[in-house]
């Protein structure tokens, strides 16, 4: 793939153009798009958990459509195997030679579809390619393609049938968040669009592959301020000193917060980081990357969104650091 270069403006327009396209499927979630492009264009991936039915897959969908990416699509069921994810090696009797044949892993884009419905062996075999960009099948390791994104989506812990993903694999996801109900005008507006057509058919590509891996580049240009960088690691380690904290955000978690900060500057059209975008990214990117101590778990009146909202408020944020953003919004 080469490596072409975008101007700022012009990736601001094509990434507000692939919202707007995927808002006229997914009515009333812009901020949560947002959030996707977002682990996105910081070259990590996102999780979706909530109940059956608000839309979770139809939003991955849409995305992909918009794109012009290759799709992977993994359904996980109890009996899926790793095999199913990586791919595997078909030996040939007439030439006595194994042929490779990849798995749906393989591709830009992957739909891990109810991830928490597979074993947790099953599950381990994303580790590798989450992190690393990379399988290793039959001793032989392959390299995925750029961009390569993973989006996956589950089900409450509470719905039969699920298995808890481990922390290491958790910690993995950049971003997880919730759709939610629609509005009731907003699902009244859903039924008047799909009584008429498939919204999906309106989903044609705005953005090449190539785009996408050069915004992923100009990301890591956007420039984040070393009190930026001391105010992440406060929080950071104030969640590691939390009471009711069993485990708190890793260094990895940190580094994501910080990723997620810059793309999502990026996305606003920005080449610096202000003190906005880092409480605006902490919601999606640290509450998931948090073990509550088991007396904790077991309190209604705690969740790690309250946490990481005790924490936020609890570390002040530094003075340079309010003064620069305020100056670079004027």
Request: one cysteine or more; aromatic letters at 6%.
């Amino acid at each position: 793939m080469s490596n072409i270069r975008i101007e700022h403006e012009h990736a601001v327009e094509l990434l507000n153009r692939l919202i707007k396209r995927v808002e006229s499927v997914i009515i009333g979630k812009k901020k949560e798009i947002q959030y996707v492009l977002t682990s996105m264009l910081g070259g990590g991936h996102t999780l979706l958990e909530d109940v059956p039915g608000t839309g979770k897959t139809m939003l991955v969908r849409a995305i992909s459509s918009s794109l012009n990416c290759s799709m992977g699509r993994i359904q996980f069921t109890p009996d899926v195997m790793p095999a199913d994810v990586t791919g595997t090696s078909i030996f040939h009797p007439s030439t006595g030679e194994f042929t490779f044949r990849p798995g749906p892993i393989m591709s830009n884009i992957v739909l891990a579809d109810e991830i928490n419905r597979a074993s947790p062996r099953t599950q381990s075999a994303l580790l590798e390619a989450m992190e690393e960009r990379r399988i290793t099948v039959d001793g032989t390791t392959y390299t995925l393609p750029r961009p390569f994104f993973l989006l996956a989506t589950q089900n409450p812990l509470q719905f039969e049938g699920t298995y808890r993903l481990p922390e290491a694999q958790l910690d993995r996801f950049m971003i997880k968040i919730g759709l939610g109900y629609p509005e009731p005008e907003q699902e009244v507006e859903l039924l008047t669009r799909m009584q008429s057509r498939d919204s999906l058919e309106a989903c044609h590509p705005v953005m090449l592959a190539e785009e996408v891996a050069a915004m992923q580049r100009a990301v890591r240009q956007v420039h984040v301020d070393a009190v930026v960088k001391q105010y992440l690691v406060s929080v950071a380690v104030a969640t590691r000193n939390h009471p009711s904290v069993r485990l708190g955000i890793s260094p990895r978690g940190t580094l994501a917060w910080m990723v997620a900060t810059q793309a999502y500057a990026y996305l606003q059209g920005r080449s610096y980081v202000i003190p906005d975008d880092v409480k605006e990214m902490a919601g999606p990117v640290l509450p998931h990357r948090i073990q509550l101590k088991s007396q904790n778990r077991a309190d209604a009146s705690w969740s790690q969104e309250q946490v990481i909202h005790e924490v936020l408020s609890s570390v002040p944020i530094p003075v340079q650091l309010a003064a620069q953003g305020r100056g670079r919004r004027q």
